[in-house]
């Protein structure tokens, strides 16, 4: 019944032909989106990557062709010889780029059948559900708006490229079997047979290696690599994920943000045709969680939150006080004209606070005075320099949160986000980059009772608050040389400039409470290149998944990887993870616990 290629070769794709090809003999091949029996003509809408094409089955052109077209379903593959015809004016459709033409067939051949698919692969099908579309991810992947996502990747890991090529970097390859180091996710282990009792780990970054490329005299690296990481999944996340990451020697913060701004400028000019304006604005840490609330501001709103902890000092409200005097803050945020939300409304934020661990969250209603189980306990004059402050008019609604600064900051910053988006004040089809900079090279960890790294150890402090580190009472004070990337208000890449000398690296791994033992057995081979010239460099990765998800409006990164992960890091495609035979174990000298 079916049909071989022999003698035929794909002259067009199906998303090539326009009005001037009319006349030309062509030979196409595809997948049968929709065939239509309309009695003496047999329509097939014909689909392949790059687009569709209607061709017609006439039996004046040829009868045996239009008799074996009436076999044809769905999905079934097929390639065809015909003319290119251009339409009659009332059958134009405006919505193809191919909707001028159509091909009268001449010649037919089936290569392959279909069953049928578990849902329609069209796009105008949006009820779907995930399970469904992962689990025939190559059917899903037929879809026009989903292999539209997949090409719009290619495009920009190819202007990617383009770009830090004529910027001077070099695409290298790092192992993807490394050594286990201990960089804040759960590393994903390899057992080696020909070692046993030792292991391999996939790379959760290249960071040290692109270090060592560092010191190996490369100057400039970059590659489009692959991350593992094994921890519980959070919303939009996956196990494994690909980033733009790039290294760079003899350069300080501002070469590398020249050079990120660059990138950038030139992945939304080719892939949106939208212009952007370097440099992009600067924030410091402390100014975002000021303004924002959160390290990763969205300027494109208002809505900025404002703290009022020293005049709450002057009010009767004992459990703002009680939080006040053991060190906690009270931040608040006007909401204009939001006075209409309903208390069930006022309700459902106080528990969204509540989720990023907020105590509580109080709220006034600005009428001709302050509606709010809060008005009997501010006088009328410090209710006036609260609504001064916070720019309040009637109508408004005001929002306090008071708890320790990052609950706080945290919880009324996630409360603008909701409000913002609610409220529909954010400008659509707007795209603000900002970097923030100066964050914390520490924080301390009340669990572990030690300080961690707010990046990774082997960010390198300001030469300044160096002799910071020395006391620890002093240093949660020391700024790191680090800066991320934001795009309305997600971060899409994060750096910095790292530890070039080794007593700083040895000084950072101490106060981190690593002793100098487990330091030399872990990460030995660094300290080691550290003595051997290296050069002051810094870098930055950008998450690939998640700038392309925003670049193509996409709502998940999952919608622009090719084969995604579930929540629970499994394939639904192939079904793993899966067992292996007992034999397989036995040769790595593993053995599974019952």
């Known amino acids: 019944m079916f049909d071989s290629l022999s003698g035929l070769k794909r002259s067009h794709s ?35 990557r790059d687009g569709l094409t209607q061709v017609v089955f006439n039996p004046e052109v040829n009868p045996d062709v239009h008799n074996k077209a009436g076999v044809l379903r769905d999905e079934w593959v097929i390639a065809i010889r015909g003319v290119v015809n251009l339409r009659p004016a009332d059958m134009v459709n405006p919505q193809l780029d191919t909707g001028e033409i159509e091909i009268l067939v001449e010649e037919l051949r089936l290569l392959n059948a279909s069953k049928t698919p578990p849902f329609q692969l069209e796009d105008y099908r949006v009820d779907i559900s995930e399970a469904l579309r992962l689990r025939y991810r190559y059917l899903d992947l037929r879809r026009p708006g989903v292999m539209k996502n997949i090409l719009f990747r290619h495009r920009a890991a190819q202007v990617a490229r383009q770009f830090l090529n004529g910027q001077g970097f070099v695409e290298v390859e790092t192992p993807i079997l490394t050594k286990s180091t201990p960089e804040g996710a759960r ?56 980033q733009i990451d790039l290294e760079m020697a003899f350069i300080t913060e501002e070469d590398v943000m020249r050079v990120v701004e660059g990138l950038m400028v030139a992945l939304f000019k080719d892939l949106l045709e939208v212009h952007l304006k370097p440099p992009f604005p600067r924030l410091t840490h402390q100014e975002c969680m000021d303004r924002f609330g959160l390290d990763r501001p969205d300027p494109r709103f208002g809505l900025e939150l404002k703290e009022v902890t020293d005049l709450i000092r002057e009010s009767e409200f004992r459990q703002f006080r009680e939080v006040v005097d053991q060190g906690g803050i009270v931040k608040a945020l006007n909401g204009p004209g939001l006075a209409k939300l309903s208390r069930k409304e006022l309700d459902d934020l106080t528990g969204l606070a509540g989720v990023y661990g907020a105590r509580g969250l109080a709220w006034v209603k600005m009428q001709q005075d302050w509606q709010s189980p809060l008005a009997k306990f501010f006088p009328a004059g410090l209710k006036q320099a609260l609504n001064d402050r916070l720019e309040a008019k009637e109508g408004d609604l005001l929002l306090f949160i008071a708890d320790i600064p990052a609950v706080a900051n945290t919880a009324l910053g996630q409360l603008r986000v909701h409000l913002g988006q609610r409220e529909n ?54 700024r790191a040389r680090a800066y991320d990337l934001v795009l309305n208000g997600q971060e899409i890449g994060g750096g910095s400039i790292r530890n070039w000398r080794r007593d700083v690296q040895e000084q950072i791994f101490q106060v981190l409470g690593m002793a100098s033992e487990e330091a030399e057995e872990k990460f030995g081979f660094l300290l080691e290149a550290l003595e051997y010239g290296a050069p002051p460099h810094g870098g930055v990765a950008f998450g690939f998944d998640r700038l392309v998800a925003i670049l193509c409006g996409a709502r998940s990164i999952r919608e622009v990887i090719a084969f995604p992960k579930t929540q629970k890091s499994a394939c639904p495609v192939t079904q793993a993870p899966s067992r292996v035979e007992l034999e397989q174990l036995l040769e790595l000298g593993l053995r599974l616990e019952k």
Do not use: N
Request: proline residues 7%; negative net charge; charged residues 30%.
């Open 187 to 242: 590393d994903y282990l390899v057992p080696s047979r020909v070692m046993p009792g030792h292991f391999f780990a996939l790379p959760q970054s290249p960071q040290l290696f692109k270090q060592l490329l560092m010191m190996s005299g490369l100057d400039r690296y970059y590659q489009l690599c692959r991350c593992f990481r094994d921890e519980d999944l959070r919303a939009d996340r996956q196990p494994e994920f690909t």
């Open 425 to 478: 004040l954010i400008p659509p089809d707007t795209f603000h980059m900002v970097w923030v900079t100066d964050f914390p090279l520490l924080e301390y960890d009340r669990d572990e009772g030690r300080f961690v790294a707010v990046h990774h150890p082997f960010t390198a402090p300001k030469e300044e608050d160096i002799h910071l580190l020395e006391a620890e009472e002093t240093r949660g004070q020391v």
């Open 14 to 48: 199906c998303g090539a032909l326009r009005a001037q090809d009319a006349g030309a003999e062509v030979i196409l091949m595809g997948w049968v989106q929709r065939r239509r029996d309309h009695g003496g003509l047999i329509f097939v809408d014909l689909r392949d």
